[in-house]
């Protein structure tokens, strides 16, 4: 599979590759937006769950290059993700039919970076439990 140092390369990717989404979207209008939206999924739904998936990847990517606690890694993402957002709603400013500043927007950015954050952390602390075998006869 992938080497150590190339898996902690592509994680870091990952997170550059999600931002530059983020950001890419903050470029378009309120109209493309809405053209985008094929689903007319929930506009806090739809921030949720993108920042949901900024706080998987860059917990993960915490995860393989720090030797910090799934604690602080979770702290730090949803910090670090809350403040992404928060320059999203700033950089919306500046386009043309969005609306910035949303503090219900960023309110769901950083909750989604938590949540994406606690998921990841939960998958792996499920991982690395031992599992406990039945006695014979059970």
């Not at 809405?34 to 990517?61: C, I, P, T, Y």
């Not at 809350?82 to 500046?94: M, R, T, V």
């Given at each position: 599979m992938f080497s150590s140092r190339w898996f902690r390369l592509f994680c870091w990717l990952a997170v550059a590759a999600w931002a530059g989404t983020i950001f890419y979207l903050?470029?378009?209008?309120?109209?493309?937006?809405?053209?985008?939206?094929?689903?007319?999924?929930?506009?806090?739904?739809?921030?949720?769950?993108?920042?949901?998936?900024?706080?998987?990847?860059?917990?993960?990517?915490?995860?393989?290059?720090t030797g910090w606690s799934w604690r602080r890694i979770v702290v730090v993402t949803a910090l670090a993700v809350?403040?992404?957002?928060?320059?999203?709603?700033?950089?919306?400013?500046?386009t043309p039919g969005r609306s910035a500043k949303d503090v219900g927007d960023w309110t769901a950015d950083t909750l989604g970076g938590a949540a994406g954050a606690l998921l990841i952390a939960s998958i792996y602390a499920q991982r690395s439990r031992p599992h406990r075998t039945s006695p014979p006869g059970d």
């Open positions: 903050s470029t378009k209008t309120g109209q493309e937006i809405e053209q985008m939206n094929v689903m007319r999924v929930w506009d806090k739904a739809a921030h949720f769950l993108a920042f949901s998936g900024g706080g998987v990847v860059l917990a993960l990517a915490l995860r393989r290059t809350s403040a992404y957002g928060w320059s999203d709603e700033w950089h919306q400013q500046f």
